[in-house]
Nanobody
Framework: QVQLVESGGGLVQPGGSLRLSCVAS????????VGWFRQAPGKEREGVSC?????????YYTESVKGRFTISRDNAKNTVYLEMNNLKPEDTATYYC???????????????????????WGRGTQVTVSS
């Protein structure tokens, strides 16, 4: 079965850290760029980060997470990670990963990931930042 599964979310205090994982099954994830998105209640899903295919030499971060979040990939484990440090209450959301459809390329766009370019969405993992 082709799918992506996110994990690693939880409840953390402001300033804390979490590492999210996105594990692929049924296909080889290294061939694709991967994006992380998040959606807070009442808000649209936004693109947070992206990593290019294979060696992940290019990446993208939305302005609000630059310097705090790091995206990486371990192709041997068919997994992409999102390391989140210095978390803030405004980071609270459900986080989703998805793979970029090959027709849109294997790099990360400078404008950031757009929802329509991605497929095989996972069910998400909840991140709550609160004291």
């Amino acid at each position: 079965q082709v799918q992506l599964v996110e994990s690693g979310g939880g409840l953390v205090q402001p300033g804390g850290s979490l590492r999210l994982s996105c594990v692929a099954s049924g296909f080889t994830l290294e061939h694709y760029a991967v994006g992380w998105f998040r959606q807070a209640p009442g808000k649209e899903r936004e693109g947070v980060s992206c990593i290019s295919s294979f060696y992940g030499t290019s990446s993208y971060y939305t302005e609000s997470v630059k310097g705090r979040f790091t995206i990486s990939r371990d192709n041997a484990k068919n997994t992409v990670y999102l390391e989140m440090n210095n978390l803030k209450p405004e980071d609270t959301a459900t986080y989703y990963c998805a793979k970029k459809e090959i027709e849109y390329g294997t790099l990360c766009a400078e404008r950031g990931p757009k929802r329509y370019e991605y497929e095989y969405w996972g069910r998400g993992t909840q991140v709550t930042v609160s004291s």
